[in-house]
């Protein structure tokens, strides 16, 4: 009797499991697996006054996961900050390189090029652009 009920519960429980199994597949891009998460922003990401980023310089946002360059007065590029290595956020920028703290993969930080293994492919390109004065990063919102 009991054996029978504890049956139920389990197929019961594997049940449920499959359902919530097929909800996280639904929405996979806002995972929260830390390193699995997508590289790039699938939604706006608004970073603030444009001119935190020096002229020639760069800045990362790491919260943001994004590092943005100024090349010229203006104009600005983003990449993810995300090591393209392992997936470790890039914990400093400095003159243009960005530095991965868990292996040491270093990055151009104006192209997303990687200069210094075990890194060896680019940090991804992220669209970026001025928005009512503020920098956004990211894709552009869906016009509803
Ligand atoms: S995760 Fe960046 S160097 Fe390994």
Do not use: W
Request: aromatic letters at 2%; charged letters at 20%.
């Amino acid at each position: 009797m009991s054996g029978q009920s504890s049956r139920r519960t389990v197929l019961k429980g594997a049940a449920l499991a499959g359902a919530a199994g097929l909800g996280v597949a639904a929405c996979s891009t806002d995972s929260k697996l830390g390193h699995a998460q997508t590289p790039t922003p699938t939604a706006p990401v608004p970073l603030g006054a444009p001119d935190e980023v020096p002229v020639g310089g760069s800045k990362l946002y790491r919260e943001q996961r994004l590092v943005v360059s100024c090349p010229a007065k203006g104009r600005y590029k983003a990449f993810s900050a995300q090591c393209t290595h392992a997936g470790c956020v890039l914990d400093k920028v400095e003159e243009n390189e960005g530095n991965c703290p868990c292996h040491g993969s270093r990055f151009d930080v104006t192209t997303g090029e990687a200069i210094h293994g075990p890194a060896t492919v680019p940090l991804p390109e992220v669209p970026i652009r001025v928005e009512n004065g503020k920098l956004v990063a990211g894709p552009e919102a869906p016009r509803a």
